[in-house]
């Protein structure tokens, strides 16, 4: 009989792997710009809801492994390219409406 020992510590590094994957797959599509505008978006959004908090986390020690804070970091990144698709789509659509021209259509045209 052999004894398995379950390596917390390992299996919270693949779950973070996860994670990063997921965040980074989200950003991929993002120019440099972008990608730090909406990671400085989600990282601020964080440390307020952080600071929000009723009762703070027991555990004072985060890093980038940490399964809360990317959970949540992965949430505020969705919320924030969310934010940036639907500020596109109206600069597209104030665009659209700027080159729209009227023009006069004669309806009653005289019969000769």
Do not use: C
């Amino acid at each position: 009989m052999t004894n398995k020992t379950f390596d917390l510590e390992l299996e919270e590094k693949k779950i973070g792997r996860k994670y990063r994957k997921k965040i980074f797959k989200k950003i991929a599509h993002l120019t440099l710009l972008e990608k730090k505008h909406i990671l400085r978006i989600a990282d601020e959004e964080f440390i307020n809801g952080l600071i929000a908090l009723d009762d703070p986390r027991k555990n004072h020690y985060m890093s980038h492994y940490d399964r809360f804070y990317l959970s949540t970091r992965l949430h505020y990144i969705d919320d924030a390219v969310d934010q940036l698709k639907k500020a596109e789509k109206d600069k597209k659509i104030l665009k659209g409406k700027a080159n729209i021209k009227l023009v006069w259509v004669n309806k009653y045209k005289k019969k000769d």
